[in-house]
């Protein structure tokens, strides 16, 4: 097995930051890693790159940067209710998508055009329009770097939340995921629960309920609000909606009467990031090259040539402009490198 030493990121991450690794290697088979642990001369930290869609690189990458090419959909077992998949960790997401809903297979059709790869979605739990990855996940594979074995999670040792998960957390840079077994159900539960996947589909002239009516209505909506990271560099969402309790939401409100809100379960509230970024004056700002989008306040983007440092700084001046004016804390859901 042989390293590249040196490689630029550029095409590799969606805010097309160029950051160099210090050595690179793709990995399109799962016997490599245990090659790369009994390798001498390899290095001992090491990152993992799938689409590189939820990452924000801001120095250069040490060490070993590991770019997740596994490949593979396969059909496990059905029944009458349901189909039970294993894909890869390196398929892209939506194209996986895509692939179910020709099937005819339900539950992730909520989640369509979220970029990245099919590892990525259990650490983060990927969520849009009502719906969160974890609902569809049986098992979790990968590969434990201090274990030097393929170990497997299920469901509930995942400890998923919201955009989190064990692999976000205590397993951080100790398990590669390799791949993932989804539980689709072949009689679809709509979910509409999100008003704008309703009046989308009345826009199309939608009478006939469907998982690829839902979808093409998501990929609609998306694609009107979010910018396409081929032309403007960004990794969606930079921020988590903050929760918090129904009575620190009760003193927010009397300051700031029409604050929308969301109920989130035992009495905490959701609250729009993007709708309290706006209101402290940020969308469509810009400095130079790092700005926030001109139609989604909770995007952060690159016109060009901006650096990571200059999209952290940005954040963060974000973060306590939110802090000052409404007393929440905002937390970054993209990762920082």
Request: aromatic share 10%.
């Amino acid at each position: 097995m042989q390293l590249q030493k040196n490689i630029s990121l550029k095409s590799y991450n969606t805010f097309g930051m160029d950051v160099p690794a210090e050595y690179f290697f793709s990995l399109t088979n799962e016997t490599e890693l245990a090659e790369i642990v009994a390798a001498k001369g390899f290095p001992k930290t090491r990152k993992i790159l799938g689409g590189g869609s939820n990452v924000l690189l801001t120095q250069p990458v040490d060490g070993l940067l590991l770019l997740n090419r596994l490949k593979g959909i396969e059909l496990l077992k059905e029944d009458d209710q349901n189909v039970w998949l294993r894909v890869a960790g390196g398929e892209n997401w939506h194209d996986v998508v895509l692939y179910t809903i020709e099937k005819g297979w339900a539950g992730l059709e909520n989640l369509s055009l979220i970029p990245g790869t099919v590892g990525a979605a259990p650490i983060q739990n990927i969520g849009a329009y009502g719906v969160e990855v974890k609902e569809c996940i049986e098992t979790v594979n990968g590969w434990h770097w201090g274990e030097k074995a393929f170990v497997s999670f299920v469901k509930d040792e995942c400890r998923f939340d919201y955009r989190d998960s064990i692999f976000k957390q205590k397993l951080k840079d100790k398990v590669m995921i390799t791949s993932v077994i989804f539980k689709l159900n072949k009689k679809a539960a709509f979910n509409t629960s999100y008003g704008a996947i309703t009046e989308e589909l009345e826009k199309m002239g939608v009478t006939e309920l469907s998982i690829k009516a839902i979808s093409d209505a998501v990929i609609a909506i998306r694609r009107s609000k979010l910018p396409d990271p081929a032309k403007i560099g960004n990794a969606g969402s930079f921020f988590k909606n903050p929760t918090i309790t129904l009575a620190e939401f009760e003193k927010i409100e009397e300051k700031h009467a029409g604050i929308p809100s969301y109920a989130a379960g035992n009495k905490k509230i959701k609250l729009p990031a993007g709708w309290l970024i706006e209101q402290c004056g940020w969308k469509g700002y810009r400095k130079d090259d790092a700005g926030v989008h001109k139609k989604q306040a909770l995007v952060l983007v690159n016109y060009g040539n901006a650096k990571g440092q200059e999209i952290w700084d940005l954040s963060e001046e974000v973060i306590i402009s939110v802090w000052e004016k409404f007393g929440i804390e905002l937390e970054r859901e993209v990762q920082v490198w």
